[in-house]
């Protein structure tokens, strides 16, 4: 399995609107892809900015690049997550799962 990170940040104003842009658009269309395993988006507060980072699980690179395209190395960010979002990553990370255990 390999897990895909990436990260956006957005003011406190903006970081509800990103949040349901996520759970309302990302979320369905990365369920609907073969080969994803599951997401987490995490949310951390600090000093009136809010950092998200998305964790994505995949069965494959092959499985990614359904959702980032042939370089699975650039970010896939929608136009309306660039609207309320104050800064992103160009970049996502992939990391082999070694480990998974949640309880």
């Known amino acids: 399995m390999i897990a895909r990170t990436w990260r956006g940040r957005a003011t406190t104003a903006k970081a509800d609107a990103y949040a349901r842009h996520f759970t309302d658009n990302v979320?369905?269309?990365?369920?609907?892809l073969p080969g994803h395993r599951g997401t987490y988006l995490l949310r951390s507060e600090a000093g009136g900015a809010v950092e998200f980072t998305a964790v994505t699980l995949w069965e494959s690179r092959e499985s990614i690049r359904a959702f980032a395209g042939p370089d699975i190395s650039k970010a896939h960010v929608e136009p309306d997550a660039r609207a309320v979002l104050s800064d992103f990553d160009a970049h996502a990370e992939h990391y082999d799962v070694v480990v998974s255990a949640v309880s």
Not at 27 to 32: A, D, Q
């Open 27 to 32: 979320l369905p269309e990365l369920k609907s």
